[in-house]
């Protein structure tokens, strides 16, 4: 396999050094020379300044684009000589039918999406080893991906192309959303006085804890808390300090998920009243 990067960005690099020694990486075509140039030094690997040369030196080819830039590669790269090279992208949220007419090409296209936070452009394959990963296409190409990436030792997972918006959604509810809510806790701690430094401290063994829970056991086992045991005299004593009302709003809608895995967790369990309190 001789892989060939298209965008060399953080998941460009991430992969193109993680991979590198398990396959083939032919290297980079960028936007920007200097960013063809960077990853390939980064990566040990070539620049490339047209496209259609690093095409035809790859019988597989990763784009690593921005989302919105993917329909553009694929409208210039469908037009190169590509008959039985693989072709993915590795959009979390868009699947393999944005590759139109590959059919007609004789190639055979995948999506792949890593479960990973690709935080830092040079530093990111360090722990990838970690990462699970979602395909879905063309057969050709998802037997591909996973003889590589499983080989690795990673799991990868199949899904229906249908599922990739709802897929996506599940990874920003575990991901960014999960930021957004502890952004809240931090700011309300500020509130209380702490330093942001120390709010982080303080919330670390909790936050922790309880992912490393749900991981483990689920989310019905690790729910714990004043929801769980039906404890309406302090949530009412919370929704009375909540000043902003788009967090009061938050409260009550994440409220009342948690109401629905207590029941489920203590199903002779009347949480009648706390619905009240959440609803509104």
């Known amino acids: 396999m001789v892989i060939g990067f298209i965008g060399a960005g953080r998941t460009g690099c991430t992969l193109g050094k993680y991979l590198n020694g398990h396959a083939a990486v032919a290297g980079y075509y960028s936007r920007t020379r200097q960013s063809a140039d960077n990853a390939a030094a980064f990566?040990?690997?070539?620049?490339?300044?047209?496209?259609?040369?690093?095409?035809?030196?790859c019988d597989t080819i990763f784009i690593t684009t921005p989302d919105r830039a993917i329909s553009e590669?694929?409208?210039c790269i469908r037009h190169y000589s590509i008959k039985n090279k693989t072709i993915c992208h590795f959009s979390g949220s868009l699947s393999s039918g944005i590759f139109s007419g590959i059919g007609d090409t004789g190639a055979s296209c995948c999506s792949v999406h890593p479960m990973y936070a690709f935080s830092n452009k040079y530093t990111s394959y360090l722990q990838f080893n970690t990462?699970?990963?979602?395909?879905?296409?063309?057969?050709?190409?998802?037997?591909?991906?996973?003889?590589?990436?499983?080989?690795?030792?990673?799991?990868?997972?199949?899904?229906?192309?249908?599922?990739?918006?709802k897929y996506h959604a599940a990874a920003a509810f575990a991901s960014n959303y999960v930021t957004g809510v502890m952004h809240i806790a931090i700011q309300l701690l500020k509130e209380c006085g702490f330093s942001e430094s120390d709010a982080r401290k303080l919330l670390a063994p909790v936050s922790l804890g309880n992912i490393n829970s749900v991981l483990a056991d689920g989310t019905v086992r690790a729910l714990t808390g004043p929801v769980e045991r039906g404890d309406i005299p302090t949530i009412k004593k919370h929704l009375g300090v909540l000043e902003d009302a788009d967090i009061i709003k938050i409260y009550k809608e994440l409220g009342n998920v948690l109401v629905s895995i207590a029941?489920?967790?203590?199903?002779?369990?009347?949480?009648?009243?706390l619905k009240d309190c959440f609803a509104g």
């Open 43 to 57: 990566t040990q690997s070539s620049a490339f300044y047209d496209l259609e040369t690093l095409v035809n030196n």
């Open 73 to 75: 590669v694929w409208e």
């Open 131 to 165: 990462a699970c990963l979602s395909v879905e296409g063309q057969e050709t190409a998802i037997q591909k991906i996973k003889g590589l990436f499983g080989g690795l030792g990673h799991n990868v997972f199949t899904i229906n192309s249908c599922d990739k918006a």
């Open 263 to 273: 029941e489920e967790k203590n199903p002779g369990r009347d949480y009648t009243g």
